[in-house]
């Protein structure tokens, strides 16, 4: 347990009803003592754990009137004794008080301070930790859904889990190693291997969720193709509904990539607007449609743009060629403007001017990206993670390859590794140099 006592404002800046200052440490209780003076006599020593106490706070220079609770170490956030204030919501209130913690004994808490306290206290799994910030930073509903399973230790089960199949596993081996005289290492050798193929195509199979958990993370991106004047910048408007992009009758105006973002089914979808990609012997057109191609190389989704008024687009071969296995949503804008039957060619006809089939789209990039509705439940969000579980599946893959085939210390250095890649994830083997980086993207009061 840390020594010292740190302090920090656990709000965020700014003005508020409440604001709440928090300490954590082994003077928690004695500083409070000296700065909490309660309504109804109850002393500050004797205070019940977990219960909101009335009372005057102390700060520098003023005091004010609030609540002061205790949370008894080792049930606390950090694992140790915490003693939070709840103030007015000024932030020169708050200053105030956190400026007596500091005048009697506490110092100010790093970035993430306090949630470091709790993961070298056995509190929370460094995966965890990230679900956490991933829920502070989250920026749409399913990224806030995803670290919450992220933080409820959802990874760090399922990684524990395969830990302790290698653990297991690796107790027979070290056991076979020892006995060398009898033929036991060959027959661990092809009991072990059926074994290992097991967990590294489950550990593969975890890994593969992250195909789902970046586009929660970062966003689904989705590219708008087709001719200039289809609709497309009119379309990125409806589909945000504001006036993003820019839209003219002159075809081959919207020569740069334009995002825009919007919510569906509580995930984010980046929308990228490009120019058409028609041969050009303009050169700022050009490198328009350069940016184009690279747009529809990176996207997740890509929606072709047509305009429903016209037959024929020989452009849509040039976008398919370009999406490759990507899924691809044919579009046939300007409805409103066609006569008589309407296309069959398309998977989705919107008119961009009336709004019509334009949620209708929105169901389909959803669809398109995860499936049907609710199928965006994730909580391999993070690279990092994605990037550990894959090596330990490659160092697995060598393991099984080895078995029978090398000698089993061979066989059991490559399981080890394993072991420890998958430590990385929840901490037991990460290096100082990670738990660094990771924390220091936390805020000072958490
Ligand atoms: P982009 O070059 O593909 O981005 O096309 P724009 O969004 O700039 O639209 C080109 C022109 O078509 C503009 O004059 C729009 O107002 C018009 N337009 C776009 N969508 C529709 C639509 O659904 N119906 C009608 N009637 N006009 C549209």
Redesign the pocket.
Known sequence: MSEDTIGAIATPPGKGGVAIVRISGKEALPIAEKMFIPAGGVAVRDFSPYRLYPGRIAAEGFSDYGLCVYFRAPHSYTGEDIVEFQCHGGESVARGILAKCFSLGARSAGRGEFTRRAFLNGKLSLASAEGLADMINGESEAEVRAGYLLYSEKLTEQVREFQNQLKELLAGVDAAVDYPEEDLEEREAEALRPELVRIRDAVSALAAGYAKGRKIKSGVTVA?C????????????RLVGYEK?????I????RDAVEGTLEIGGVRFNLY?TA?MRESSDRIESIGIERAENIVRAADVVVF?S??TEKGDDEEARVRRLAGEKPVIRLR?????QEGELSSEADVL?????GEGVERLKELLYEKSFGARGEDAAFLIEERHFRALRRAAESLGRAAEGCCVQPLELVAADMTEAWETLGEITGETASEAVVEEIFSKFCVGK
Not at 226 to 237: D, W, Y
Not at 245 to 249: D, F, L, P, R
Not at 251 to 254: E, H, I, N, V
Not at 350 to 354: D, N, P
């Open positions: 708008l087709g001719k200039p004047n289809t609709g497309k910048s009119s379309l990125l408007n992009a820019i839209v003219s009758e075809a081959g105006t919207t607007d058409g743009v305009d429903g804008n300007k409805i409103d403007l919107t008119s961009a001017t009336t």
